[in-house]
C-alpha cells in the first residue's frame, strides 16, 4: 500500500513533520474523511473533535480544537491550534 506523509502543525512548532502513514480520518465541517494516498485535493476547515491515523497496523489518536486541512496526493497537512493525544475512547492520555 502507498503511504501519505502526515504534517501537524500548531503555534508551539511542528508535531508531526512528513511521517509516512497508511491513512488519516479527520472530522470536517462537511463530515468525517479518510484520506489516503493519491487522494483528490482539497482544502476544508476542521470540527473540534478527533483524529485518527494508521502506520503499520498501529492506529494513534489525536484531539483537535479545530483547524485546517490541506490535502494533496502525497501529503495531509494539518494546521491547529492545540491538540493532545488521546486514546481509542477520547480520553486524554498524560
Known amino acids: 500500500m502507498e503511504r501519505i506523509k ?7 512548532g511542528i508535531y ?3 511521517l509516512d502513514v497508511d ?5 470536517t ?7 489516503y494516498a493519491n487522494h483528490t485535493p482539497i482544502v476544508s476547515t476542521l ?8 502506520r503499520e497496523k498501529d492506529k494513534k489518536y489525536i484531539h483537535l480544537h479545530r483547524g ?9 497537512k494539518i494546521l491547529t491550534q492545540r491538540l493532545y493525544e488521546v ?6 492520555i498524560k
Request: charged letters at 35%; aromatic letters at 4%; proline letters at 2%.
Open 68 to 76: 485546517i486541512i490541506q490535502v494533496s496526493k502525497k501529503q495531509v
Open 23 to 27: 491513512y488519516v480520518s479527520v472530522r
Open 6 to 12: 502526515l504534517k501537524i502543525i500548531t503555534p508551539e
Open 16 to 18: 508531526i513533520d512528513d
Open 47 to 54: 470540527i473540534i473533535g478527533d483524529m485518527k491515523y494508521e
Open 29 to 35: 465541517t462537511a463530515g468525517q474523511i479518510a484520506i
Open 87 to 92: 486514546d481509542e475512547r477520547g480520553k486524554k
